[in-house]
């Protein structure tokens, strides 16, 4: 077993409480990952982002009782210096990480992580098909070099005080009605797909000419191009916006807090993200890695996610996600069902991402 300097911060700190489901009677409840196997004496490194569901009370703490190990967290400040901490040495010091599909390939690309054999996986099979069979997970020959474990939306949202109406498609943005009253995510990706679901294109390969005159059109009913959870919040607490685009998250704080914000998946569709396990390359500690990747894909850990008190998430486990109660799936903006047509965030070639930007550049800067 190689051995970790203790530099790495140890995320042992509980986020929230753990709450308890009622009414999860389905057909095929969703499997607990058991604890097996004498790992004691084990340190386990994760890289993940702080307070991010593995660091609170029904994480890492809960890993460490089931398999006598110790975990110890290496918090993400960004993607790409996380590249560079594994190039650097930190390989030999951490295990698993959690990225997007925008860094997969490329991350497998520059040989920091490998490919994941999920025959041993318990969980593998009941995780949300739409996540686990896209291409960019994968590597040349089929083999899975992520595994999904959390997922959310940037979606469209009223506020219903103000907005009396049913809002099904993203075309409401551009009615006039809403002329300055639009808070719009300042995100060349977002704004993009967007435009294209608007008018009826492929978001992942729009006629870019047209959505950037779509673009443009919309820019006298934005009141804000929003940039952080702050930014949104202050201009929707304020009554500056009643309409837009927002990440689910934030709706979903601010209806705990008793706000009237609706939050909907058009019809067009929505655009989706989803955080993924991959395995270190060379780790030393891969049995306990996997371990680690079934348990936070199982039913105690996804569970915990859904119903965390502070920052609740969609889980990828389907059986998990299909047995939440009705008043969590609500919290949640899956019910009654979850949306079955995000464009999720994917990697993009250098020349199409140079594309994007300029486009989204050029019409915050039109007159």
């Known amino acids: 077993m190689k051995?970790?300097?203790?530099?790495?911060?140890?995320?042992?700190?509980?986020?929230?409480l753990l709450f308890m489901l009622a009414g999860c009677g389905e057909p095929s409840e969703p499997k607990e990952t058991s604890g097996t196997g004498d790992f004691s004496g084990q340190t386990l490194t994760v890289a993940n982002w702080q307070s991010y569901g593995?660091?609170?009370?029904?994480?890492?703490?809960?890993?460490?009782?089931?398999?006598?190990?110790?975990?110890?967290?290496?918090?993400?400040?960004?993607?790409p210096e996380l590249m560079q901490t594994l190039l650097n040495g930190g390989m030999d010091e951490i295990d698993v990480i959690c990225i997007n599909?925008?860094?997969?390939?490329?991350?497998?690309?520059?040989?920091?992580?490998?490919?994941?054999?999920?025959s041993g996986l318990e969980n593998y099979g009941d995780l949300r098909t739409d996540l686990t069979e896209i291409d960019d997970v994968k590597d040349p020959e089929g083999n899975v070099l992520g595994v999904p474990w959390i997922w959310g939306t940037t979606s469209l949202f009223y506020n219903a005080d103000v907005v009396k109406e049913d809002i099904t498609s993203w075309s409401a943005l551009w009615d006039e009605q809403y002329a300055g009253k639009v808070g719009f995510f300042d995100?060349?990706?977002?704004?993009?797909?967007?435009?294209?679901?608007?008018?009826?294109?492929?978001?992942?390969?729009?006629?870019?000419?047209?959505?950037?005159?779509?673009?443009?059109?919309?820019?006298?009913?934005?009141?804000t191009y929003w940039g952080t959870y702050d930014d949104f919040v202050k201009a929707y607490t304020a009554g500056d916006i009643v309409i837009g685009n927002v990440w689910g998250s934030i709706a979903t704080q601010l209806k705990a807090e008793g706000y009237n914000?609706?939050?909907?998946?058009?019809?067009?569709?929505?655009?989706?993200?989803?955080?993924?396990?991959?395995?270190?390359?060379g780790s030393a500690e891969k049995e306990l890695a996997l371990k680690w990747i079934d348990f936070c894909t199982g039913a105690d850990f996804q569970n915990g996610l859904a119903t965390d008190g502070n920052q609740a998430y969609a889980p990828a486990n389907q059986k998990v996600l299909d047995s939440l109660?009705?008043?969590?799936?609500?919290?949640?903006w899956i019910?009654?069902?979850?949306?079955?047509?995000?464009?999720?965030?994917?990697?993009?070639?250098?020349?199409?991402?140079?594309?994007w930007i300029n486009l989204w550049t050029n019409v915050k800067a039109s007159a």
């Open 3 to 16: 051995r970790k300097q203790k530099r790495f911060v140890c995320g042992m700190t509980a986020a929230a």
């Open 54 to 79: 593995t660091d609170a009370d029904y994480g890492a703490a809960q890993f460490e009782d089931m398999y006598g190990c110790k975990v110890e967290h290496y918090f993400i400040s960004s993607v």
């Open 101 to 118: 599909p925008v860094y997969i390939q490329e991350y497998y690309q520059n040989g920091v992580i490998e490919a994941i054999d999920t």
């Open 187 to 223: 995100d060349h990706e977002s704004a993009i797909k967007v435009a294209a679901m608007k008018l009826g294109q492929d978001p992942y390969n729009p006629d870019m000419d047209a959505v950037e005159e779509s673009l443009v059109q919309l820019k006298p009913n934005v009141k």
């Open 261 to 281: 914000i609706q939050y909907v998946y058009p019809e067009e569709g929505t655009v989706g993200w989803a955080d993924y396990w991959c395995l270190v390359s």
């Open 325 to 332: 109660s009705d008043d969590v799936k609500k919290g949640l």
């Open 335 to 355: 019910y009654p069902d979850a949306p079955d047509n995000m464009y999720l965030s994917l990697q993009m070639s250098s020349d199409t991402l140079t594309e």
